[in-house]
């Protein structure tokens, strides 16, 4: 009985020394983990830098596709070459500056579709039309000399010499688009060139071809007195065959 005991005793203490001896259990590695953070930390900071930087993961994509799109290279190293000189004989005697509200759109008819569907854009035109004759059109029949001290001048009708749109004063001062739609986007460019024609209109309609033929006679009649003429005498223009100045 004792033998038995014994042998049992020195069984379980082999069990209890093979349990003592048992190697620990293996923990995960973290490397994978850290080899991770490495590798997607700078691509997810490059990302929110992008986002926060372009305004958007759309507006980033934009910008990303007009890296690779090109871009546009205009070159003017060749030099310039003059195709024709001409001579000025233009005298500018007069000089309108105009401006002028103008107030264009897309009328639907009703207060309810242009509140969804109209587009009205108000426009302040500012702009300079310039008079005057020209010269080279002077024949010598227009001019009769009488004992070196009086002169009878025929001077070319007035005319629009030039006109302009100032872009630097012109604006838009107000624009209202409905609902539904975005907009006409050459609106702008139609009233401009409508504006263009009314600072046109409303030069001629202020007498700025009679005040650029009483101008030029003005000067005229200075520079002739300048090279000794006592008396200086115009006769009437001939018929105006176009002066510039639209119908109205």
């Not at 490059?46 to 934009?62: D, E, R, S, Y």
């Not at 587009?119 to 310039?130: C, E, S, W, Y």
């Not at 739609?181 to 060139?193: C, H, I, K």
Request: hydrophobic share 40%; charged share 15%; proline share 6%.
């Amino acid at each position: 009985m004792s033998d038995v005991l014994d042998h049992h005793s020195d069984d379980s203490y082999r069990l209890e020394q093979r349990s003592d001896t048992a190697p620990p259990p293996r923990r995960a590695s973290p490397w994978p983990w850290i080899v991770l953070a490495i590798v997607l930390l700078p691509v997810l900071a490059l990302v929110i830098f992008a986002v926060v930087t372009f305004g958007g993961v759309i507006q980033t994509w934009h910008t990303v596709d007009n890296l690779f799109a090109g871009r546009l290279v205009i070159r003017t190293e060749q030099p310039a070459v003059l195709v024709q000189v001409q001579q000025l004989n233009r005298l500018e005697t007069a000089s309108f500056t105009i401006e002028k509200v103008i107030e264009g759109g897309v009328d639907q008819g009703s207060p309810v579709l242009n509140a969804l569907l109209g587009d009205r854009l108000l426009f302040i035109a500012h702009g300079n039309v310039i008079a005057g004759v020209d010269l080279s059109q002077l024949q010598p029949e227009d001019v009769s000399v009488h004992d070196n001290q009086s002169i009878s001048l025929r001077l070319p009708p007035a005319g629009v010499l030039s006109q302009s749109l100032d872009n630097g004063l012109s604006r838009v001062y107000d624009r209202q688009r409905g609902l539904l739609t975005t907009g006409d986007p050459n609106l702008e460019t139609q009233v401009r060139q409508e504006a263009d024609q009314q600072i046109l209109q409303a030069a001629c309609q202020g007498g700025i071809l009679q005040q650029a033929n009483t101008n030029a006679q003005t000067q005229v009649r200075a520079l002739l007195v300048t090279l000794g003429f006592r008396q200086v005498e115009f006769l009437p223009a001939n018929a105006v065959t176009d002066s510039g100045c639209p119908e109205y």
